[in-house]
Structures are given as structure tokens and as C-alpha cells.
């Protein structure tokens, strides 16, 4: 029971990572019905902002994980601007293969600049330390990642629900044509969806350097995917369902690797795709709506 | 009378050039003239011109979104391994087996997914693809992530070039028979076409395991090319690389897709020379080329003699 517990607690900060991503993926699809499959990577580049404004700044991580914020902020809408705004009429797939090309740039152009290899999350930033709650052990890092990954869902929660940027995100994701004719600008209003959902995924990239330590250019795929399968899970499109889809396969993850064979992990990720999609491909909180001619 | 003897002149010539072109290469390589590089090139654009092709009859005609191409890749390539080189069975067994084995994948995996749509379809087929991928990374008898290794090297120049042949004729032949036109009424709307009595699970999942066989050709043919097969070799952006193919070329065009297979495959190993800025200016072409030709290359149009003919003489 005791090992299940401390199952429980090494899956919640995962899970808040991973929630922290799929919320950025299941955003786009909302707004734009696009899998931006660069998302992974731009909470790569977040890692590594954060990963060099601590060490070549020396700032504290705190610090660091809002650099990171600002830069992936203007980044993702730069991307958005400069690659998904001129194809926003074109096929759905276009869209996606250039989304496909914006991951593979942000991934090489990554590894020309700085190189493939790790680099180490300077422990000083954040000297690790475990506490022990009655039986079970708990990492300084872990209760950093939890709090830290809730404080900015509920911000997130806040901005969505009760801003008028909320509103308008919400007003477009229902219905493009009808935004526009209440007088919403759709084009600022999917800027600041993916300055949101880019500063999210900032985040979870450093949240991410702090719990295995190292970042590397390629650290966003991986990641990526199983955020994406947390949206999916929870519905995509539906800000919650992100959420507790991410805690689920945080908790999901932990469990086979703790339980089971650590190998199979990535499989059980998919596994898990396949059969909710087969179950209720709209996902635990999604609606099934007909099919309209 | 006269439209026939044309339909017939036309295939005579079609057939004249590719045997001239197979001819040709085949000289150069017992010549000895042709460099050990642009061989490699030649064999990959074969077997990416199957991989497009077939994979272009799922995108591109049924308009089924299908994002684990290199799955069914995969399991061809290692059928075909284990044939020749654990059971030293002949290599057209090998053949005909990863094609066989490929398909089967194709339809265990189209039947329950296909009944998704658009986005989720293009997820599942992602997952089974990888799913695929961790399988064979966990089975012992193909050696596990480290895969199968010192395989023979029996992909010669008429077996790569034949496959490529063979793929584009039963695709062109499927697409252009009263399956075609079933299959190509699914993609413009699968309501309707539902209506006017055509059972669309049949031809859907007919189209995925149909590519899929095909796919499983060409992982035969890498597989006795290259020596040596890994899972991670067929991991998700190998699919994306097939899908990149056939989207570039134009969805819905066959002679696009194969345009397009070879166009990047000459572009992969040009640029091979520039290593480290590569996959760089890969991704910005592909970007760019997005964004002023979301249509692919040909739209969906075929290149045909017809448009040459235009060119030579002018506007008739």
C-alpha cells in the first residue's frame, strides 16, 4: 500500500507536466483544429532558455522558468504569424505537414546551434531534498513541479473563464464565422492562444529539466506524443479533459514502469490511445455530436 | 478504331522508355560506372516511390488520414528478414510474404480504426504504427531494439525497379476500376456515396490493406538492401517522411506522388553532403513549399503524355 502511495506521488508531478502540455495541444485544436505537432519541441526551447538563463545568467529557477515563459510566448506567435497563418483556408493536412516541418526545424536548427548532446541541469539551481511524510518520501522537485504545474492551470482556469481574451478564445473555438461578426479579432485572439499555450509548454519544459535533470534537442518528441495522447484521452478540444488526461497518463506511466517492465511504457501509452479512441474516440469529457450533412 | 490504336501506341511507348531507362541503369551498374552513392540513391527512390505510391492510394484516393505507414514498412522488412535469413527461405518467398503479412497487419488494424474519421483516424494509425515499433523492440527473437542484422543483400536493381513497376501499375489499374471510383467517392463524400449504395467499410479497409500489402514490399526490399533493419529505423517520422511524400506531390495524384518521391529522395542525398544544417533546410523546404503550394505539386492531376504533347506542340 505504501509503494502504492509512493506510486501515486511520483506520478503527480509527471502528470502535472504533462497536463501542462496537453493543455497546449487541446488549446490549438480548439481554436484552429490543428495538431501542432511542434508543440513538444517548442517546450524544448523552453527547457533550454531555462537551461541558459540559469546557467549563463545565474538566475534562480523561478526566474528562469518566466524567461523561458516570455521567450516560447513570442516564439509560438512568431510561429503561428510566419508558418500556420497563411494556410489557414488551405486543407487541414497542408497545415499539418507544416507543422510536421516547423518540429523538424525547431529540432535541427536546435541540434546545428548548440549540438545533440545533454546538457545537465545545474544542480545548484535547485539542490534536491527529500522529506519524509509519514512512510513515504517526497522530493523537493516534485512538490516544485505539482504546485508550480496547479498554480498555472489555475491562472489558466482564470484567464479562460473570467477575461474577456477568455471569452473571445471561447466565442472562436465554438464558432469562427460568428466571432468575427460580434466583433472579435480571430487573428489576435489566436495569437494570444499560442502565446498562452507556448508559455505553458515553456514551462513544463523546464519543470521537465528539473525532473530528469538534463535537456536536449531532442527531449520534446517523446514528451510530445504522450501529452498529445492526454489530450486525446481527456477529449481534445476540452481544457479539463487535459488535465486530468496528463495526471492520468502521468499516473498511468509511473505505475508500469513501477509494477511492470519500464520497456513497455511507451507502448502502454498507445495502448491506452488505441483503446479510448476505439471506446469513445471523442474522448472521456467529449460530447459525440452526429454527423451532419 | 483511331482511340484505340492510340491507347495502345501510348502503352508501347510507356513500356519502351521504362525498359530503355531499366536497361540503362542496369548497364551502368555491371559496367561498373555507376558510383557505389548514386546506387544507394536509385534503390531508395524504388522503394520510396512504392512506399508513396501505395500510401497515396489511402491519402490521397480514399482520403483516409493514415499516419503509420512505416509500421506496415516494418513488418514486411522483418517477415522478409526472418524468411531469408533465420529460415533460409528463397527470397521471393520472403517476398510475397511480407506482402502477405503486411496486409493482414493492414487489415487487423483497418477494421476496428477505420471506422474513425479525419483527425482521430490519423492518431490511431499514428499509435498502431508505433505500436508496432515497441513490439518488435521486445521481441528476443528478432534481437530486440538492436534488430536483425547481416541480412543478404538480394534487392538487385530488377527487383527494385520491378517492385516499383508492379506497385504503380495495380494502384494506377485499382484506382482507375469501378473499385477506383468507389473508393475515389468515399474521399469526395462519404455520406453520399454511403447513399448511392456503395459499402464503404469494404473499400476503405479494401484501400488500407491494399497499401499496406505495398508497404510491406518495399520494407522486403529495404530490409535486402541496407543489411540491417531496426525498430527505430521505422518509427513515426518515417511515416511522416511517406506522408510528406504524397502531400507534396498532390493528393490524389499518382504520378505527383512519384515525382515527389524522387524529388526528395535526390534532396536527401544532396544534401547529405551538408550534414549538420540537413534536416534544416529539409524542414524549410517543406515549410515553404506549404505554404505557396498547399495543393502538392500537382494538385490532383496526372502528369500525363498528353501534357508533354501540349508542350512539344504547342497549343492545339
Known amino acids: ?293 | 478504331m483511331q482511340k484505340v490504336n492510340n491507347k495502345w501506341i501510348k502503352l508501347g511507348v510507356e513500356v519502351l522508355i521504362l525498359a530503355a531507362l531499366f536497361t540503362l541503369v542496369q548497364y551502368l551498374i555491371t559496367a561498373g560506372l555507376l558510383k557505389q552513392y548514386y546506387q544507394i540513391s536509385l534503390a531508395s527512390m524504388c522503394i520510396n516511390v512504392i512506399l508513396a505510391v501505395s500510401l497515396s492510394l489511402i491519402n490521397g484516393f480514399t482520403g483516409q488520414l493514415s499516419l503509420g505507414h512505416a509500421g506496415f514498412m516494418a513488418v514486411g522488412a522483418y517477415i522478409a528478414a526472418i524468411m531469408t535469413n533465420m529460415l533460409d527461405l528463397p527470397f521471393i518467398t520472403g517476398i510475397v510474404a511480407a506482402c502477405l503479412g503486411a496486409g493482414l497487419a493492414g487489415f487487423i488494424i483497418g477494421v476496428p480504426t477505420l471506422r474513425l474519421k479525419g483527425d482521430y483516424l490519423a492518431i490511431a494509425t499514428l499509435a498502431f504504427g508505433e505500436i508496432i515499433r515497441v513490439t518488435l523492440q521486445n521481441i528476443d527473437y528478432v534481437n530486440g531494439p538492436a534488430g536483425i542484422m547481416g541480412i543478404s543483400k538480394l534487392s538487385t536493381w530488377s527487383w527494385l525497379f520491378g517492385g516499383a513497376i508492379i506497385t504503380i501499375v495495380v494502384i494506377v489499374n485499382l484506382v482507375n476500376s469501378s473499385y477506383g471510383r468507389a473508393i475515389i467517392s468515399i474521399r469526395e463524400d462519404e455520406i453520399a456515396s454511403e447513399l448511392m449504395g456503395i459499402n464503404t467499410t469494404k473499400y476503405k479497409v479494401l484501400a488500407f490493406v491494399v497499401g499496406a500489402g505495398f508497404a510491406g514490399l518495399a520494407g522486403a526490399l529495404y530490409a535486402h538492401y541496407f543489411y540491417i533493419i531496426k525498430p527505430e529505423t521505422f518509427n513515426f517520422l518515417k511515416s511522416f517522411d511517406i506522408l510528406v511524400m504524397v502531400v507534396l506531390g498532390g493528393l490524389g495524384s499518382t504520378t505527383g506522388a512519384i515525382i515527389a518521391a524522387l524529388f526528395i529522395t535526390a534532396l536527401t542525398a544532396a544534401l547529405q553532403s551538408f550534414p549538420a544544417i540537413r534536416m534544416v533546410l529539409y524542414a524549410l523546404i517543406l515549410i515553404i513549399v506549404m505554404i505557396y503550394r498547399p495543393q502538392g505539386l500537382m494538385g490532383n492531376k496526372e502528369l500525363s503524355m498528353k501534357i508533354f504533347g501540349r508542350i512539344w506542340g504547342g497549343r492545339n
Not at chain 1, 7 to 12: A, D, E, P
Not at chain 1, 159 to 165: R, S, Y
Not at chain 1, 201 to 213: E, Q, R, W
Not at chain 1, 257 to 277: H, K, P, Q, T, W
Request: hydrophobic fraction near 55%; aromatic fraction near 10%; include cysteine.
Open chain 1, 1 to 293: 500500500m505504501l509503494e502504492f502511495a509512493q506510486q501515486i506521488v511520483n506520478g503527480l508531478s509527471l502528470g502535472a507536466i504533462y497536463a501542462l502540455i496537453a493543455l497546449g495541444y487541446t488549446m490549438v485544436y480548439g481554436i484552429i483544429k490543428l495538431i501542432n505537432f511542434a508543440h513538444g519541441d517548442i517546450m524544448m526551447v523552453g527547457a533550454l532558455v531555462g537551461y541558459f538563463s540559469l546557467t549563463l545568467l545565474g538566475t534562480n529557477i523561478f526566474v528562469a522558468m518566466l524567461a523561458a515563459m516570455i521567450a516560447c510566448a513570442v516564439f509560438g506567435v512568431l510561429i503561428e504569424k510566419i508558418a500556420y497563418r497563411p494556410l489557414r483556408n488551405s486543407t487541414r493536412i497542408a497545415a499539418l505537414i507544416t507543422a510536421i516541418g516547423v518540429s523538424l526545424f525547431l529540432e535541427y536548427f536546435t541540434i546545428f546551434l548548440f549540438g545533440p548532446a545533454q546538457k545537465v541541469f545545474p544542480e545548484t539551481a535547485f539542490p534536491i531534498k527529500a522529506y519524509a511524510v509519514g512512510g513515504l518520501s517526497i522530493l523537493n522537485k516534485d512538490v516544485f513541479v505539482f504546485v508550480s504545474a496547479v498554480v498555472l492551470m489555475l491562472i489558466l482556469q482564470y484567464i479562460i473563464k473570467w477575461t474577456k481574451t477568455g471569452k473571445a478564445m471561447r466565442a472562436v473555438s465554438l464558432d469562427r464565422e460568428a466571432a468575427v461578426l460580434m466583433g472579435i479579432s480571430v487573428d489576435k485572439t489566436i495569437s494570444i492562444t499560442f502565446a498562452i499555450c507556448s508559455a505553458l509548454a515553456a514551462a513544463a519544459g523546464v519543470m521537465l529539466g528539473v525532473y530528469y535533470n538534463t535537456v536536449n534537442p531532442l527531449m520534446g518528441i517523446i514528451p510530445g506524443l504522450k501529452a498529445f495522447v492526454a489530450a486525446v484521452l481527456g477529449g481534445i478540444g476540452i481544457i479539463p479533459g487535459a488535465m486530468v488526461g496528463g495526471f492520468v497518463m502521468g499516473l498511468l506511466e509511473t505505475m508500469v514502469s513501477g509494477y511492470g517492465n519500464s520497456l513497455y511504457r511507451d507502448a502502454v501509452a498507445f495502448g491506452v490511445l488505441i483503446f479510448i479512441l476505439l471506446i469513445k474516440p471523442s474522448g472521456i469529457f467529449g460530447e459525440d455530436t452526429g454527423e451532419k450533412v
